[in-house]
């Protein structure tokens, strides 16, 4: 059985992060449940330091809201060094980011900014797995359009 953890999760209300938050709780983990909603802004750096207070591990699923990729690769890049200088602080040991298959195929859009993000995530203080997933079903009317 694995030891009860205290877990923090950025974009905890979003498409995958409610999932992700739902999985945790049930496994029987402290989940911290991290969200603009919440007070936490991974971008402006706002209730991070509260939210990370005693947090072993960050789980990145945050989005910010434009596809478009100079402002998908600022919010990302903002949130991954905010996240590493306040998860450092706090004394987080490991992030693990919720990234894209195939994202380092692009060279423009949203595909290249998760490329982005992901590098910040890697070079950061603090060790970090990308988790490459498939995009979900619920883009297929946005891709459709």
Do not use: W
Not at 22 to 35: F, I, K, Q, T
Not at 85 to 113: H, L, N, P, Q, W
Not at 119 to 128: D, E, F, N, Q
């Amino acid at each position: 059985m694995e030891a009860r953890r205290k877990i923090a999760v950025a974009g905890a209300t979003g498409r995958v992060g409610r999932h992700v938050v739902e999985v945790l709780e049930a496994g029987g983990h402290d989940v911290v449940a991290m969200s603009r909603s919440s007070g936490v802004d991974v971008v402006a750096g706002d209730g991070l330091a509260e939210a990370l207070a005693g947090v072993e591990c960050v789980i990145d699923v945050a989005t910010g809201s434009s596809p478009e990729q100079e402002a998908a690769t600022e919010f990302f890049t903002a949130a991954a060094r905010n996240l590493h200088e306040a998860g450092k602080r706090a004394g987080v040991r490991r992030m693990v980011v919720v990234s894209i298959i195939g994202c380092d195929r692009f060279t423009a859009d949203y595909g290249a900014a998760k490329v982005a993000h992901e590098r910040v995530m890697l070079a950061g203080p603090i060790p970090v797995a990308v988790l490459r997933a498939a995009q979900f079903h619920e883009f297929v009317a946005q891709l459709v359009e």
